[in-house]
């Protein structure tokens, strides 16, 4: 078991923004998936994101507004939203005091396809093994 610590990880800041990324932890590529950290000060927002990966953010603390295409979405702690590929959105922390900690795993389109083929495939030679 391995365990990762978003205090002690090391930090890089985009804005006012502290993100600990998954790739100092020396994962390679032991996941099918990236991962941060990101935490949100209170009052304040990320810049206006927008990537080619789906993005799977759960909101480890506080409570995120996140707003896409002019819509906005509130996302309680223990919750979680997914962003589609190339899909604009603001994460936004409106809390006066308390801060917004997310967690999000992030990974292409096309890892996620190429995946769910393996899977279905060995899901097949299961059922094969199975009848014979």
Known sequence: MRTFD???GESLFVNDLRVVRWE???LGSTMPF???WYSVPPGDESP???HPELE???VVAGTAHVVVGGTETVVPHGNAFLLDSKE???VQNRSADEPLMVFSAYWYPEAATAAAAVLAERSAEAVAVGHD
């Open 88 to 90: 604009a959105h603001v």
């Open 6 to 8: 978003v205090v002690t």
């Open 34 to 36: 990236q991962a941060m």
């Open 56 to 58: 799977l953010s759960i």
């Open 48 to 50: 206006i994101d927008q």
């Open 24 to 26: 100092q932890y020396g």
